[in-house]
């Protein structure tokens, strides 16, 4: 209990900049390099040489522009992390740590446009630091401090000092505050001169139909993520045009007064600020804003062709493409699901009007062969031999349903079946794509383009059987549409302007090319006359039309409205008028301007030396037993690549107890390496007796990935208990100290977590399981008696040995119910031991984290089973109630039910059983960090007696406030 007690709080309480960071597997093989700038490091592994090169020229680049806007600079050099070793797009900005990390792929996400990735990218993350770094309440070393609070049951037990927790509270007070609206949209912005990111076709129609359809984010919901797919972009999207508003109306300076005035330590909301800057609360503000967007978005008597929709459910229906016969339609879905990323394939059958799932977790277009039997696409569901997750190429025999995979870590996606089994596809490497054919055995790969410099290639489509159309991303905003002859040569322009034309598919009769453009502002879908060049629109939606499939007459593509993306499908190709889609926007949106990239080749790589981090102090003021003020701290810190990592805390109260811990971790093999250690000081009085507890505890060992939802931690504990007492008698003092405790534990713990992603998966999951295999191979030695020592004459310790296993499983697996938003979670939980001990060594089965209607240390034994049943219903699913700076979210309440026991030895001496209600309330505070708040009702419905103390029959009362629930 030792570990649960010291460390329970901090693993709760961690700063995220420590545990965000740290990559799932190790990956030893790679070789870590530096280059050094002015203000930077930039770290790299071999293979994202270019990435690091252009991240530290642009860098360099932004640095004066961006500090000068907010006068800010870091008190170090920024260190910049370039990853390249999954196929993930991402940036990170730890601004307590002075850390940026970087994903070398180019981000291709539906809901954004395209632009120089590594421009955009670093600009943003650094524009986070600078911003954040100077909105900072405290120093970099301290992110929060911590209130806390830990209750105990009132324990019958003589032999126990005090029960086990019922009551956990730890409390962060934020060092920076401020909402995720305006810091991603400040991060967005950039600063004069430097707008890598532009308001484009995309954000603006994620907010021209968010107005049309008045699904709009109010403030507080702006204010967070923890939403679809759509919901947290549109936090993204709405932060940034409610930025562009801010400097339009107010000037570039706001930003940097706004954060200045967010500085002060009692300043906890950003209303205060907004008013002690603009004049204007946060809830005026956001009035007339949206006031400004719907006289701006404003369209009288327009008329729009959207067609009819094949395929609604789900927010993202993308890359539609017909069967060679044509009475099937492909298509990548996310139907069932709360993200777009959690895709599957799905086939509509034109003549039967159904669609039916078929392939799952595909991140691609499928393509079709040429007979109609088999679909190629991609997928990154498989990781490799060091644990990285490359996309891959796969084929579905659809007669058979058996999948056949064609490729190992080859980095492609994108597939398109060509003439006598030829596949084209698309493969990336540092940051840029290039296109390549092999055959569908996954061999003869043969390369069809060598770019080099960062280009971004997309959807490759045969458009004859020597010629392929695809896409590619320019140098900053858009893409062009390319074609390239198969038996080499140089790849040229089919259609490049000054709009972002994308999704090229050829038609039947080889002479037209289908694509979308954004021409009038908006996306649509356009045919191109290859003959004669001539160019129609053939929608005019509200949102945007793109990824079209043509058969015969009947345009099929992916419609954007306010709730995503859909299946639509227009009948006749007939040719519509263009008409411009008007935005406040395009005439107050940054100035999109060519930058050169002088990429510094004079800059000499290093082998990477381990850099640390400056130590991270979370201060905690905290009640402990019995009812006294603790103070202490916990610190992290770890090198700049996560090699080496350190977590630890110390607190003590005025009567001389104490808690230390700290965790040491290396990660330069593929297991984890670990030593922990634990010491835990306790005093009380009794009968006029002073009584003083040591317990110490060293853990070492190592900690196995094996795939995404398993750890195997094998390890070494050894742990040293003693005791001590203090009296007068006769006017004497006595001291008398003694170990009654000595043990040796070798431990392989198996732990299994795979919950299926989901809105509500925090509070109520409703698929997956949770599973944790204990088996411990123990020496213990238990305190007998005293003898006197022959030489000495003094009192010595006589111990008895227990030598013994103990297996322990802990399984819940939660079940979706058919009522939406409930959930189901089921419990069976068993330990045994393989023969008599000591009752110190005993298993326990009540409590908070047993059954709860009865006491932690009333239920004991070698032997213990629990079976639970929890069935979890919303009260609030959106509670949308700010209480100062707390913003409440969710609410749900959970019934349960108990069945166990815990007995030694003998026949089963029969059921315990419990019932209970617990209140679950997810929230988040000070807009960063994510509460999980708890309270219990539970009543034993069985009396009886253990060690002449009776339970059951009576309610116990739990409460706590976490990042996280406990199960």
Known sequence: MIKRLLTGFAVLTTAASWVWSQSLYNHPELEWMTLETGHFYVHYHAGAERTARVTASVAESIYEPVTRLYDYEPDTKIHFVIRDHDDQSNGAAFYYDNKIELWAPAMDFALRGTHHWLLNVITHEFSHMISMGAARKAPRQIPAVYLQW??????????????????????????????????????????????????????????????????????????????????????????????????????????????????????????????????????????????????????????????????????????????????????????????????????????????????????????????????????????????????????????????????????????????????????????????????????????????????????????????????????????????????????????????????????????????????????????????????????????????????????????????????????????????????PYFRIKPEKRPIDIAVDTSLTAKPYQPVFSKLAFLPRIMMDYPQKLKLGTYFYGSDFLDRISVLGGAAANFGGDMDLFGIFEYRRWRPTLFVEAYHQTRHFRQDDVDYRFNLMEVDAGADWRLGDNNVLRTAAIFSRYSAGMRFTDQGLDFKFSYIYHLGTVLQARWNHRAIRGALNADIAPSSGRIMTLDIQAAWQRFLRDFKIHQDFGTLVEVYEPYHYWQLLMDWTEYVPSPVSGHSLAIRVKGGWIDRRVEGFYHLFGGGLDGMKGYPYYSLEGRNLIHLGLAYRMPLFRRMRLRLGFMDLEKLYVSVYGDAGNAWSGGSFPGWKRDVGVQLRLSMLNFYAYPMKVFFDAAYGLDEFVTRKQTYGREWRFYFGMLFDFLR
């Open 150 to 583: 830990l209750d105990y049951e009132k324990e019958k037990r003589p032999d126990v000092i005090h029960g086990y927790p019922r009551t956990l509270v730890s409390l962060p007070l934020a060092g920076t505050v401020m909402p995720v609206w305006f810091a991603e949209g400040m991060a967005q912005y950039h600063a004069r001169g430097v707008h890598h990111d532009t308001w484009d076709s995309h954000r603006d129609m994620l907010l021209r139909t968010a107005v049309r359809e008045k699904a709009l984010l109010p403030p507080h919901e702006m204010s967070r993520f923890g939403k679809t797919s759509l919901g947290n972009e549109r936090v993204y999207n709405q932060g940034y045009a409610l930025t562009l508003y801010l400097v339009d109306r107010f000037g570039e300076s706001v930003l940097p007064r706004l954060v200045e005035a967010l500085r002060p330590l009692n300043r906890i909301r950003f209303t205060a600020a907004l008013e002690s800057v603009t004049g204007l609360s946060e809830a005026e503000l956001y009035r007339q804003w949206v006031q400004w967007l719907e006289n701006g978005y404003e369209q009288s008597g327009e008329s729009w062709t959207e067609g009819e929709i094949l395929e609604s459910a789900g927010e993202a229906n993308f890359f539609p493409v017909f069967s060679p016969d044509g009475r099937y339609l492909a298509y990548v879905s996310s139907r069932g699901r709360d993200y777009m990323s959690q895709s599957s394939v799905w086939i509509f059958d034109r003549r039967e009007g159904k669609a039916r799932k078929t392939i799952s977790r595909v991140t691609s277009p499928a393509g079709w062969s040429p007979d109609g039997k088999h679909l190629v696409y991609s997928s990154n569901r498989d990781r490799g031999r060091h644990g990285s997750r490359y996309h891959d190429l796969y084929v579905y025999n659809l007669e058979t349903r058996k999948e056949k995979r064609l490729t190992r870590d080859l980095r492609a996606h994108s597939p398109a079946w060509g003439p006598g089994g030829m596949l084209a596809c698309i493969i990336e490497n540092d940051g840029t794509s290039n296109l390549f054919l092999l055959n569908t055995e996954g061999d003869s790969l043969r390369s069809l383009t060598a770019f080099k410099a960062g280009e971004q290639l997309f959807a490759p489509r045969w458009m004859s059987d020597s010629t392929l159309v695809f896409t590619i991303g320019g140098a900053f905003q858009g893409r062009d549409i390319a074609m390239i002859h198969i038996s080499g040569g140089q790849w040229e322009y089919l259609l490049k302007t000054a709009h972002d034309e994308r999704d090229a598919v050829p038609g039947l009769d080889g002479e037209c090319v289908y694509y979308s453009s954004d021409a009038t502002g908006a996306f649509n879908i356009y045919r191109l006359h290859l003959p004669t060049g001539e160019r129609h629109q053939l929608t005019h939606v509200p949102g945007g039309a793109f990824m079209p499939a043509v058969r015969g007459d009947t345009l099929c593509y992916a419609l954007f409205t306010a709730d995503g993306y859909r299946i639509a499908k227009r009948e006749g190709l007939s040719p519509l008028s263009a008409r411009t889609v008007t935005s």
